[in-house]
């Protein structure tokens, strides 16, 4: 699928899925040696970095956790409401834990800030942050980005877990707004 159309706007194929592939892995084995003698817990945050965490803990040759939690998202618009609540919980606990949390992307840096700072609060060994895309120049709150798998211009995208209106998700290739 070189071109999607939904409503009046035309998405073409931004990271097709080897280049996507190629750069997870090379995540995953900086994260094995970053983590070496170490189990980290990989906190995906839902619903959109299901299939970069899937990827990435595949990739990952080592002992290591995964959780899920999910916040609050932008509902069906495509500019951020600036308002992140925490839908599901963590169930465990993480105090004296490696974490790593991952991120399908990172845009004003608001769910990420909001994240770690609640994390933090529970007296984690370690947080660092894992994400597949990063808009630089949308970013609004300071954060600390560890990992970073490609920075992006400030485009719409969707595919690889990124949604439009909740679908598009299940793309292997991430695609951009013309
Ligand atoms: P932030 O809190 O502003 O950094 O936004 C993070 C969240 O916004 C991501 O987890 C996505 O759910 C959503 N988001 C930001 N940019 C895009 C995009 O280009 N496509 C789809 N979702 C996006």
Not at 39 to 44: D, E, N, Q, V
Request: proline letters at 3%; glycine letters at 6%; hydrophobic letters at 40%.
């Amino acid at each position: 699928m070189d071109e999607i159309i939904i409503k009046e706007d035309h998405f073409t194929v931004f990271l097709d899925e080897a280049t996507i592939q190629k750069r997870v892995k090379e995540l995953s084995e900086e994260l094995l040696r970053a983590y070496k003698g170490k189990t980290p817990i990989f906190i995906g945050i839902l619903n959109g970095a299901f299939p970069f965490l899937t990827d990435l803990v595949k990739n990952y040759n080592g002992l290591c956790e995964v959780e899920f939690m999910k916040l609050s998202s932008y509902g069906d618009a495509k500019i951020s409401s600036g308002n992140v609540k925490v839908v599901k919980e963590l169930e465990i606990d993480i105090s004296g834990k490696d974490i790593i949390i991952v991120e399908d992307i990172v845009d004003t840096g608001l769910s990420v800030k909001y994240i770690e700072r609640m994390l933090e609060s529970h007296n984690p060994a370690s947080v660092a942050v894992v994400t597949l895309l990063l808009k630089p120049e949308s970013l609004k709150y300071n954060v600390k980005i560890d990992y970073i798998g490609f920075s992006i211009p400030s485009k719409f995208v969707i595919g690889y877990g990124l949604d439009y209106e909740q679908k598009y998700r299940n793309l292997k290739a991430i695609y951009a707004l013309k």
